[in-house]
């Protein structure tokens, strides 16, 4: 979505760059050097998953225009405009928050609420999603103020989901594990952003930093990793490979 963001305002002129916090470390970040800084992340229970708020926890005081865009698989609430907390107190100026639906990446037992998106629904997302990131990149390019997600529902029904998984969320979330079907391939290990696995004589073995970006569960080859015996029922326990089908792109490490 980022970088589709970034497409779309290179189209009306900007000279907009998108990268992943994954690929650039704050050092080098020359906030100086931006007009306008913009974020964008998944949801992750009505804010950004823990790696990502730390990154923006480190980033440089400015004082520069702000942009906040959410991808939510159901219902964004107040995320982009809570995430972004942490730059407006050190003088970011927040002109636009914004979510948009793409297909939900999370089911799995005890936070089943919705399945992940079937293969043949996600076209539809992604027509949708373009439309709206043109739009959005219309308002981005005019620097027009737009929040969204900061009413009484958004506030409150953030809050409340915030409040729940980070109290719950070690009884309701089950650690990973790899079965059998393990290969050894040590793709988990190399790509997990918070180094939870590791390879040991030839299987991997999960450690508990794990913050749930599904992307082990989602892309190891051979589905080895399992939440609970359950997720072994492929079918009812899809993994979701992205928005286009693909395998996750990046080798990190
Ligand atoms: C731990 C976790 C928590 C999530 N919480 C929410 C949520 O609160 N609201 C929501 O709509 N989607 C939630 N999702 C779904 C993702 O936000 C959604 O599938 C994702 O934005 C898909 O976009 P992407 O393809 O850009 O990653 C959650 C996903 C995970 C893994
Ligand atoms: S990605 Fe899957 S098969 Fe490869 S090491 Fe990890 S669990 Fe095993
Ligand atoms: S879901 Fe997998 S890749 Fe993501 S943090 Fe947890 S162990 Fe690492």
Redesign the pocket.
């Known amino acids: 979505m980022a970088q589709r963001l970034a497409e779309q305002l290179r189209a009306r002129g900007d000279a907009a760059t998108a990268f992943s916090c994954e690929d650039v470390p704050v050092a080098q970040i020359d906030v100086a050097a931006w007009d306008v800084l913009g974020i964008a992340f998944p949801v992750h229970s009505s804010f950004a998953a823990p790696v990502f708020r730390d990154y923006l926890e480190q980033l440089p005081p400015a004082d520069k225009p702000l942009f906040a865009v959410t991808t939510a698989g159901y219902w964004a609430g107040d995320t982009a405009w809570y995430a972004a907390q942490p730059l407006t107190r050190r003088g970011y100026r927040l002109f636009l928050c914004a979510n948009v639906l793409m297909p939900n990446n999370f089911f799995i037992p005890k936070m089943d609420v919705l399945p992940v998106t079937p293969p043949e629904r996600v076209p539809r997302f992604l027509e949708r999603a373009a439309r709206r990131v043109a739009r959005l990149a219309r308002r981005i390019h005019a620097q027009e103020r737009h929040i969204e997600g900061t009413g009484i529902i958004g506030r409150l029904g953030g809050a409340l989901q915030r409040w729940g998984y980070s109290t719950f969320e070690s009884r309701m979330l089950a650690r990973f594990s790899?079965d059998e079907q393990?290969?050894?391939?040590?793709?988990?290990?190399r790509h997990c952003p918070t180094q939870s696995?590791e390879?040991r004589d030839g299987k991997?073995h999960f450690m508990d930093r794990c913050i749930f970006c599904m992307r082990?569960y989602s892309f190891?080859?051979?589905q080895?990793?399992q939440a609970t015996e359950k997720t072994r029922r492929v079918t009812k326990y899809r993994r979701y490979q992205g928005p286009e089908g693909k395998r996750y792109p990046k080798l990190v490490r």
């Open positions: 790899a393990c290969t050894g391939c040590g793709w988990c290990v696995w390879l991997a082990c190891c080859p051979v080895a990793i």
